[in-house]
C-alpha cells in the first residue's frame, strides 16, 4: 500500500469495500458489529478502518445513548454511577443503556459488537477496560471511550477518571495511627486492580512517616467482597500479636470484620477499630456506623459522562486523566486501643 493511500483520510465503506476486495454489504456487517462474517474477513476490514479510519455516512449516525460497562452489577456502587452518568446524559437528550461483563474485567468479542451495532454517542467503562484492538475498534467507528476507576495503570490510552485512593488509605491509616494504634492490619483488593495498590501503598506510607515497622503478616490481600474481610480477620484474630485495628480496602470487606469480631467475641470499636472505603449504604447505619473513605462516585461518572459528552462534539479534553479527592468520615467504628 502506498504512503498516497494513508493520506487519504477516512474512507466510506464503498472504498473499505474496494480495498478489501469484499462488497460493500460485508464490510457493512463489519462496521456495524454483526457477527456473520468469517473472521478473515472480519480482521481484514478491520486492519484497514485501523489504519485509514472510517467515514460514517449521514444517515448512519450516532444513536442518543450512552453506553455504562460494569464488569458486574451488584451492590450500591453501580447505582452511584449510574446516577452520576444518567444525570449529565438527561441533559444531554442521552438515554444510558447498561452492559454487565458477568463478573469479567475485559470484554469479549460479543460486547464490542453489540457496542458497534447500537452505535452508541459515547461509552464509559467502569473498572474494566476494552483490549486494545477493541479500543480501536471504538475510536475508527468515532465512538468516544472513557474508563472510571480503571482496573490498569494509568499510563493507558483512553482518558479516564478515578479517586484519590492513595490519599484515601494514607488518610485512614493516618488516622488509626492518631488514635494511638499501632498493630493497623490493611484488607487490600487484587494486586492487579490499581486502586487497591493505590490504597496499600497509602497504608505503607502512613506507617513509614510514623515510624512504625510495616508488618508483612498484616497485610492481607483479598478481592473487594464481604467474604474477605470475614476470611482475613478471623485469620488475624489467630495471630500471635493480633492486631488492633483493621482498614478494609472498600466497605464491603469492612462487612466482613464487622462479622468476624462478632464471632470472636469483640467489640468495635472497644475491642477493634475498623475503617472502610467508600461510604456507601449501608455503612452510616451499622452498629456502630462504620468510618470509611468517601469516594466520590457520583461525581466521577458524571465527570465521565461529560468528557464522553465532549469528545462526541468534537470538543478536546483539557487532561486525559481526572483525579478526583477523597475524603475520610469519622463515625464510631474508631476509638484508641484498650491499654
Same mark, same amino acid.
Given at each position: 500500500?502506498?504512503?498516497?493511500?494513508?493520506?487519504? /483520510?477516512?474512507?466510506?465503506?464503498?472504498?473499505?469495500?474496494?480495498?478489501?476486495?469484499?462488497?460493500?454489504?460485508?464490510?457493512?456487517?463489519?462496521?456495524? /458489529?454483526?457477527?456473520?462474517?468469517?473472521?478473515?474477513?472480519?480482521?481484514?476490514?478491520?486492519?484497514?478502518?485501523? &489504519?485509514?479510519?472510517?467515514?460514517?455516512?449521514?444517515?448512519?449516525?450516532?444513536?442518543?445513548?450512552?453506553?455504562?460497562?460494569?464488569?458486574?452489577?451488584?451492590?450500591?456502587?453501580?447505582?452511584?454511577?449510574?446516577?452520576?452518568?444518567?444525570?449529565?446524559?438527561? $441533559?444531554?437528550?442521552? %438515554?444510558?443503556?447498561?452492559? $454487565?461483563? $458477568?463478573?469479567?474485567?475485559?470484554?469479549?468479542?460479543?460486547?464490542?459488537?453489540?457496542?458497534?451495532?447500537?452505535? *452508541?454517542?459515547?461509552?464509559?467503562?467502569?473498572?474494566?477496560?476494552?483490549?486494545?484492538?477493541?479500543?480501536?475498534?471504538?475510536?475508527?467507528?468515532?465512538?468516544?471511550?472513557?474508563?472510571?476507576?480503571?482496573?490498569?495503570?494509568?499510563?493507558? %490510552?483512553?482518558?479516564?477518571?478515578?479517586?484519590?485512593?492513595?490519599?484515601?488509605?494514607? %488518610?485512614?491509616?493516618?488516622?488509626?495511627?492518631?488514635?494511638?494504634?499501632?498493630?493497623?492490619?490493611?484488607?487490600?483488593?487484587?494486586?492487579?486492580?490499581?486502586?487497591? &495498590? %493505590?490504597?496499600? +501503598?497509602?497504608?505503607?506510607?502512613?506507617?513509614?512517616?510514623?515510624?512504625?515497622?510495616?508488618?508483612?503478616?498484616?497485610?492481607? =490481600?483479598? +478481592?473487594?467482597?464481604?467474604?474477605? /474481610?470475614?476470611?482475613?480477620?478471623? $485469620?488475624?484474630?489467630?495471630?500471635?500479636?493480633?492486631?488492633?485495628?483493621?482498614?478494609?480496602?472498600? +466497605?464491603?470487606?469492612?462487612?466482613?470484620?464487622?462479622?468476624?469480631?462478632? !464471632?470472636?467475641?469483640?467489640?468495635?470499636?472497644?475491642?477493634?477499630? =475498623?475503617?472502610?472505603?467508600?461510604?456507601?449504604?449501608?455503612?452510616?447505619?451499622?452498629? *456502630? *456506623?462504620?468510618?470509611?473513605?468517601?469516594?466520590?462516585?457520583? !461525581?466521577?461518572?458524571? #465527570?465521565?459522562?461529560?468528557?464522553?459528552?465532549?469528545?462526541?462534539?468534537?470538543? *478536546?479534553?483539557?487532561?486525559?486523566?481526572?483525579?478526583?479527592? #477523597?475524603?475520610? =468520615?469519622?463515625?464510631?467504628?474508631?476509638?484508641?486501643? &484498650?491499654?
Amino acid at each position: 500500500m502506498s504512503s498516497a493511500e494513508f493520506r487519504d /483520510g477516512p474512507l466510506t465503506i464503498a472504498q473499505i469495500a474496494e480495498r478489501a476486495g469484499v462488497s460493500v454489504a460485508t464490510v457493512s456487517k463489519v462496521v456495524n /458489529g454483526r457477527a456473520d462474517v468469517a473472521p478473515r474477513t472480519r480482521s481484514l476490514v478491520e486492519d484497514i478502518i485501523r &489504519r485509514h479510519g472510517y467515514r460514517r455516512q449521514k444517515a448512519a449516525g450516532p444513536t442518543a445513548l450512552l453506553e455504562l460497562v460494569f464488569h458486574e452489577v451488584r451492590g450500591p456502587y453501580p447505582l452511584e454511577i449510574y446516577q452520576g452518568a444518567r444525570r449529565v446524559a438527561a $441533559e444531554h437528550g442521552l %438515554a444510558v443503556v447498561l452492559s $454487565e461483563l $458477568e463478573g469479567c474485567h475485559t470484554p469479549g468479542r460479543g460486547w464490542v459488537d453489540g457496542v458497534l451495532a447500537r452505535r *452508541p454517542t459515547g461509552v464509559i467503562s467502569v473498572f474494566s477496560g476494552p483490549t486494545g484492538p477493541q479500543g480501536e475498534q471504538l475510536s475508527s467507528r468515532g465512538i468516544p471511550l472513557v474508563l472510571v476507576d480503571p482496573t490498569g495503570d494509568p499510563g493507558h %490510552a483512553s482518558p479516564s477518571v478515578g479517586a484519590g485512593n492513595w490519599s484515601g488509605g494514607h %488518610a485512614a491509616t493516618r488516622h488509626l495511627l492518631e488514635l494511638g494504634h499501632r498493630r493497623i492490619a490493611v484488607i487490600t483488593g487484587p494486586e492487579h486492580v490499581l486502586a487497591g &495498590r %493505590a490504597r496499600l +501503598d497509602g497504608y505503607r506510607t502512613a506507617l513509614d512517616m510514623a515510624g512504625v515497622p510495616v508488618d508483612p503478616e498484616l497485610i492481607r =490481600v483479598g +478481592d473487594f467482597q464481604i467474604l474477605d /474481610g470475614l476470611k482475613h480477620i478471623r $485469620e488475624l484474630l489467630r495471630l500471635p500479636d493480633p492486631p488492633t485495628a483493621v482498614f478494609a480496602g472498600n +466497605d464491603g470487606q469492612a462487612l466482613g470484620v464487622y462479622r468476624g469480631a462478632a !464471632e470472636a467475641g469483640l467489640r468495635i470499636p472497644e475491642d477493634l477499630s =475498623v475503617v472502610g472505603f467508600d461510604d456507601l449504604y449501608p455503612s452510616p447505619w451499622l452498629t *456502630p *456506623p462504620l468510618t470509611t473513605v468517601r469516594q466520590p462516585l457520583v !461525581e466521577m461518572a458524571a #465527570t465521565a459522562a461529560t468528557m464522553v459528552v465532549g469528545l462526541a462534539q468534537g470538543r *478536546p479534553l483539557p487532561q486525559n486523566r481526572v483525579e478526583l479527592a #477523597t475524603e475520610l =468520615v469519622v463515625r464510631d467504628s474508631t476509638a484508641p486501643p &484498650r491499654r
